[in-house]
């Protein structure tokens, strides 16, 4: 089992920058994978970035150039997102998967919110 905590959400202006961070309660060498996800009003959750471990990060196209998910230590990546627009208005989840059985955890969510 894995535990995510989120921090970093909060209200920022157009074109403005935040950056999110998540702890990881076990090792992300030890992990298959450790990301961001959103999801906005009315709409499906959909991939931020995902960093698979030993392997490259992916991006979601409407974030390349804008955002960068980074590791800070064995157990927190970062978010950084900047020149953020309205359309990034969403609740930002992490999200692991684990190598043993592939399952997928989440955690609780943080709101993003870009406005004038």
């Known amino acids: 089992q894995v535990q995510l905590v989120e921090s970093g959400g909060g209200l920022v202006r157009p074109g403005g920058s935040l950056r999110l961070s998540c702890a990881a309660s076990?090792?992300?060498?030890?992990?298959?994978?450790l990301g961001w996800y959103r999801q906005a009003p009315g709409k499906e959750r959909e991939l931020v970035a995902r960093?698979?471990?030993?392997?490259?990060t992916i991006y979601a196209d409407f974030v390349k150039g804008r955002f960068t998910l980074s590791r800070e230590n064995a157990n927190t990546v970062l978010l950084q997102m900047n020149s953020l627009k309205p359309d990034d208005t969403a609740i930002y989840y992490c999200?692991?998967?684990?190598?043993?059985?592939?399952?997928?955890?989440w955690g609780q969510g943080t709101q993003v919110t870009v406005s004038s």
């Open positions: 999200h692991a998967r684990v190598r043993e059985n592939m399952e997928d955890y």
């Open positions: 076990r090792s992300i060498f030890n992990l298959y994978s």
């Open positions: 960093r698979i471990t030993h392997e490259d």
